[in-house]
Antibody
Framework: EVQLVESGGGLVEPGGSLRLSCAAA????????MHWVRQAPGKGLEWVGR??????????DYAAPVKGRFSISGDDSKNTLYLQINSLKIDDTAVYYC????????WGQGTRVTVSS | QSALTQPPSASGSPGQSVTISCTGT?????????VSWYQQHPGKAPKLMIY???KRPSGVPDRFSGSKSGNTASLTVSGLQAEDEADYFC?????????FGGGTKLTVL
């Protein structure tokens, strides 16, 4: 069973940075496509970016609004996915989820990022 | 790229069937067999209900089914139950990105 636990959210001033983590268990992390998805208060889901499995190149892709500011990486030895967020904007305020559709699929509980002065 | 288009709401009575559509383009929904559907109850994380257009993860009731025709994917919930009341989101692979739909609030009358 896919288990995902995010951490690292918090209150940050505009222009600040955060690194979110997602600890994975119950499946082979290096064989999964891993995604970050965010949900602003009262809004729908927005795809942020992904890390492809090693056999598919292990590369990353990003949504246009975050390209150049967000960076996704993974540590196979720790079964952990990361999201480095720089130059935070008010509009980045959201709950950030990590998720995968592989191995039966699964989402974490989310970590809240609030950008405010 | 724009979000996929879903109706904002849908409804049905217990026992009835309801279908939610998800319309994209030939660059996303129509171009790949990688459409997923997620259920989200208020205050909870989403849950995968359908992946690769028609496949159901273990544990998802067979009342939930997916299909696709051209640039439009659909989620059908048969034999509606009270616990099916939730928001439903579609998502599609789109080459160098992925896209979500705006979500559909399903109400069980």
């Amino acid at each position: 069973e896919v288990q995902l636990v995010e951490s690292g959210g918090g209150l940050v001033e505009p222009g600040g940075s955060l690194r979110l983590s997602c600890a994975a268990a119950g499946f082979t992390f290096s064989n999964a496509w891993m995604h970050w998805v965010r949900q602003a208060p009262g809004k729908g889901l927005e795809w942020v970016g992904r890390l492809k499995r090693k056999s598919d190149g292990g590369t990353t892709d990003y949504a246009a609004p975050v390209k150049g500011r967000f960076s996704i990486s993974g540590d196979d030895s720790k079964n952990t996915l990361y999201l480095q967020i720089n130059s935070l904007k008010i509009d980045d305020t959201a709950v950030y989820y990590c998720m995968t559709d592989d191995y039966g699929g699964g989402w974490g509980q989310g970590t809240r990022v609030t950008v405010s002065s | 790229q724009s979000a996929l288009t879903q109706p904002p709401s849908a409804s049905g009575s217990p026992g009835q069937s309801v279908t939610i559509s998800c319309t994209g383009t030939s660059s996303d929904v129509g171009g790949y067999n990688y459409v997923s559907w997620y259920q989200q109850h208020p205050g909870k994380a989403p849950k995968l209900m359908i992946y690769e257009v028609t496949k159901r993860p273990s544990g998802v009731p067979d009342r939930f089914s997916g299909s696709k025709s051209g640039n439009t994917a659909s989620l059908t919930v048969s034999g509606l139950q009270a616990e099916d009341e939730a928001d439903y989101f579609c998502a599609s692979y789109a080459g160098s990105s992925s896209l979500f739909g705006g979500g559909t609030k399903l109400t069980v009358l």
